[in-house]
């Protein structure tokens, strides 16, 4: 009889991991982050690289497609030649109205924070991208555009 309880308990407590886990695992904050480091690789939250800052300073997905440029008045300019706003050297973007839309932090010697407009944390960008910190609002941004012709 004790070895069925011990059994059950067992039962019990994995059960409970595996629910808890399964809640985890949905939509977080966390899923949505971006990393773009010292390369130039862009990076999601599980290290998947989902595109690249190639040697003339264009954002690239993965298949090599153009994704935007900034020229040199800071202007972020998409694929098809549209302004998509304007990006500052400190990191700050903001969209072609004005609004602020991403800030960056410094986090340490090397790497600094990208934030929302409310302060979220969206991922981080080694200090020598900082200009592409908006890379991770434009891939967020095509990649819910991509999912919503699905």
Do not use: W
Not at 15 to 26: C, D, E, F, K, Y
Not at 52 to 70: A, H, M, S, T, W
Not at 86 to 107: H, L, M
Not at 132 to 140: E, P, S, V
Request: with cysteine; charged share 25%.
């Amino acid at each position: 009889m004790k070895k069925l309880k011990t059994i059950f308990v067992l039962l019990i407590i994995f059960l409970a991991g595996t629910v808890s886990n399964s809640h985890a695992q949905g939509v977080s904050p966390q899923s949505k982050k971006i990393a773009i480091d010292a390369k130039g690789g862009i990076h999601n939250h599980l290290g998947t690289k989902l595109g690249y800052i190639d040697k003339d300073n264009i954002v690239r997905n993965n298949k090599g497609q153009k994704i935007y440029f900034i020229d040199k008045s800071g202007n972020v300019i998409d694929a098809n030649g549209k302004r998509l706003g304007k990006a500052e050297k400190n990191g700050n973007f903001y969209n072609t109205q004005g609004t602020s839309v991403i800030t960056v932090r410094d986090k340490d010697a090397a790497m600094c924070e990208i934030l929302d407009p409310e302060g979220h944390t969206m991922g981080t960008v080694h200090k020598n991208y900082k200009l592409h910190a908006c890379a991770a609002h434009c891939l967020m941004l095509k990649e819910k555009k991509d999912k919503a012709k699905i």
